[in-house]
Structure formats: structure tokens, C-alpha cells
């Protein structure tokens, strides 16, 4: 049997290699805005939970080349896409459930989370990759 563990940690110390500094953002609950989901909630931004990881950024495409089922599948958005994702390591974000966080930002750049992929064999968690919206 696979040692997830040591996957999991392998994954860290990459993405912790290649990174750079990104804060994800969870807003309260309330209601969403249904022209653009992706941006969560209407709630101010004052109480929204923020996490401070490192987060490799790559192409839709390369999400696809994963393995991963994106949210516009077609080969022509793909190619056109200049979309972006970022590679998280599940590790280094330890309790946070990723999935549940609607904004990512790189420096002075907000994106949406327009999708939270994770890949998990068994109960370990080893990364999460998120389909990035501006």
C-alpha cells in the first residue's frame, strides 16, 4: 500500500520550492450573488476567514493534462483559456477545508474559485488545485 503521507509531504516541500505567497479567502455565509457565483457571498469583507499559503500557478490546460475534469472541458475554451489555476499543497493547509473558500489572492490580484479540485487517495488529502476566475 502507497504511502500517502509521504506523498503528501513530497507535495509541500514542491509547491513550497516553486511558490509563491497566496492568501485564500472564506467569506461568512449569506446569500449569493447568482450572476457570479464564484465570488461567494454578499457579506462584507470584514468578517471573512484568510489563509496564508503557497501556491504554484499553471494553465487550465495543465489541470487537464492531470487528470483533472474542468469546469469548460472543450478542447477549444481550453486552448483559448488563459484561465489560471494554482496548485495547493492539502499539507500545508492542514485543518482548512479548501473547498470551502471562494477567493484567492496573489498580491494586489483578487480571483474567484470558480473550482476546488482535490486529489485525495483514500483519507489523506495530497493537493488541491483551484480553477482560477478574474
Not at 20 to 36: H, I, Q
Amino acid at each position: 500500500m502507497p504511502n500517502y503521507v509521504k506523498l503528501a509531504a513530497t507535495a509541500e516541500r514542491l509547491i513550497q520550492k516553486a511558490g509563491r505567497a497566496v492568501t485564500l479567502v472564506k467569506f461568512e455565509t449569506g446569500e449569493d450573488d447568482s450572476d457570479e457565483p464564484h465570488w461567494g457571498t454578499a457579506v462584507p469583507r470584514d468578517g471573512a476567514t484568510e489563509v496564508s499559503l503557497t501556491g504554484v500557478f499553471v494553465g487550465v490546460e495543465d489541470l487537464v493534462k492531470m487528470g483533472f475534469v474542468v469546469q469548460e472541458d472543450s478542447p477549444q475554451f481550453i486552448a483559448k483559456s488563459k484561465e489560471k489555476a494554482v496548485l495547493l499543497s492539502a499539507k500545508e493547509a492542514g485543518t482548512n477545508l479548501l473547498e470551502t473558500f471562494q477567493e484567492l489572492i496573489d498580491g494586489t490580484v483578487r480571483y474567484g474559485i470558480r473550482k476546488m479540485h482535490i486529489l485525495q487517495p483514500g483519507a489523506t488529502r495530497l493537493l488541491y488545485a483551484a480553477e482560477l476566475i478574474r
